[in-house]
């Protein structure tokens, strides 16, 4: 079965940072393009960055462009997105999720999803 474990979340002050990590096993991670939601509570799932299976694409959501990096090490069926700059809007229970297709925002295209992590960006 395909699994993503996501990990590193924690509570950070705004301005801090925090390093997501998104472990795949089950499946060889370089065959999916890879993205990262987030889910505030009382809101609706958004996307918020995307990476190819190469890694020589990637994209962000306006909200975090210039602050957020998502990066993947296929070797080690990791993808990783850094959180620098953290607002307390940022704070959510963030997912990784997997398609075989090309990077989207849509949600019903990611077959494979992590059981999420969580960021509180509180003073």
């Known amino acids: 079965q395909l699994q993503l474990v996501e990990s590193g979340g924690g509570l950070v002050q705004p301005g801090g940072s925090l390093r997501l990590s998104c472990a795949a096993s089950?499946?060889?991670?370089?065959?999916?393009?890879i993205g990262w939601f987030r889910q505030a509570p009382g809101k609706e799932r958004e996307g918020v960055s995307c990476?190819?299976?190469?890694?020589?694409?990637?994209n962000y959501a306006d909200s975090v462009k210039g602050r957020f990096t998502i990066s993947r090490d296929n070797a080690k069926n990791t993808v990783y997105l850094q959180l620098n700059s953290l607002k307390p809007e940022d704070t959510a229970v963030y997912y990784c999720?997997?398609?075989?297709?090309?990077?989207?925002?849509?949600?019903?295209?990611?077959?494979?999803w992590g059981q999420g992590t969580q960021v509180t960006v509180s003073s």
């Open positions: 999720a997997a398609t075989r297709w090309v990077c989207s925002y849509s949600a019903s295209l990611f077959s494979s």
């Open positions: 990476i190819s299976k190469s890694g020589g694409s990637t």
């Open positions: 089950g499946f060889t991670l370089n065959n999916y393009v």
